[in-house]
């Protein structure tokens, strides 16, 4: 069985800790230091100059539902048959990740994943995409929203 992420968008108020404990797991100093409302505020100050988070929060246009969008880890996964270095490669756990060793910056998953969830990276070189946090053994966007807006699931 595959564990996937579900977003709960009744109770996702937008606070956007996801996406800070998401950069922060992917960095090389793994958890903050400072208090959650003041990440945000941090986070938010220097948007442009920040790394790339791997899940993101989004509005649907003419409504106030915020809800956050990360790799679905499909079961066909389009963006796998897409990438023509075998970089994205889906693995025996379910689970689809990025090699950014063998990625090239082609970004043809990007434009073959349906849901919108595989972005360029930080370092604009390789694609980057929810991993479900392989190092960590749980997703530090689910273990950290205050609101229990996301939930993790075997699916």
């Not at 797991?25 to 945000?40: D, G, I, N, Q």
């Not at 389009?78 to 970004?107: H, N, Q, S, Y």
Request: aromatic content about 6%; proline content about 5%; hydrophobic content about 30%.
């Amino acid at each position: 069985m595959a564990k996937k992420i579900f977003p709960k968008e009744e109770v996702c108020v937008g606070c956007h800790l996801c996406e800070v404990y998401c950069v922060y797991a992917h960095s090389k100093y793994k958890k903050p230091t400072v208090k959650a409302h003041e990440l945000v505020k941090l986070y938010n100050k220097h948007k442009d100059s920040k790394p790339t988070p791997r899940i993101l929060v989004e509005e649907k246009s003419g409504e106030w539902t915020t809800f956050a969008l990360q790799c679905r880890h499909c079961d066909d996964a389009p963006c796998t048959k897409a990438c023509i270095t075998g970089a994205m490669k889906k693995l025996e756990d379910g689970r689809v990740i990025c090699d950014e060793e063998k990625c090239v910056g082609c970004w043809s998953c990007i434009m073959a994943c349906p849901h919108g969830a595989v972005r360029r990276g930080e370092n604009k070189k390789a694609a980057s995409k929810c991993d479900l946090c392989l190092e960590l053994g749980e997703p530090a966007c689910v273990k950290n929203c205050p609101n229990e807006a996301l939930v993790i699931k075997e699916v």
